[in-house]
């Protein structure tokens, strides 16, 4: 069974920036797709950020020009820059990553911002 591990989460200021980290426990192979969702309080889990096999990037529009979503050197490690960040990011977020046959999800890192 594969693992993801997000890091990086915590406590931040408005205006401040985090990283998070997403690494899987062994090698994924034909790995479609990996992404960043996330749910606040009360809220359904929404989309943040994907990034494909091909490299193609999709934003959703409340984090567009603040977020950034890259994959890293080893295999199945995806980074989440995120800039600028407003009380209204606050939320668990939690690492995607999906192939044929296979969907995988981390156990979700805390994101609060708040002065």
């Known amino acids: 069974q594969v693992q993801l591990v997000e890091s990086g989460g915590g406590l931040v200021q408005p205006g401040g920036s985090l990283r998070l980290s997403c690494a899987a426990s062994r090698d994924i192979f034909l790995i479609n797709a990996m992404g960043w969702y996330r749910q606040a309080p009360g809220k359904q889990r929404e989309l943040v950020a994907t990034?494909?096999?091909?490299?193609?990037?999709d934003y959703a529009d409340s984090v567009k020009g603040r977020f950034t979503i890259s994959r890293g050197n080893a295999v199945n490690t995806v980074y989440l820059q995120m800039n600028s960040l407003k009380p209204e990011d606050t939320a668990v977020y939690y690492c995607?990553?999906?192939?044929?046959?296979?969907?995988?999800w981390g156990q979700g890192t805390q994101v609060t911002v708040s002065s």
């Open positions: 995607n990553q999906w192939g044929p046959g296979y969907n995988y």
């Open positions: 990034v494909t096999r091909g490299g193609s990037t």
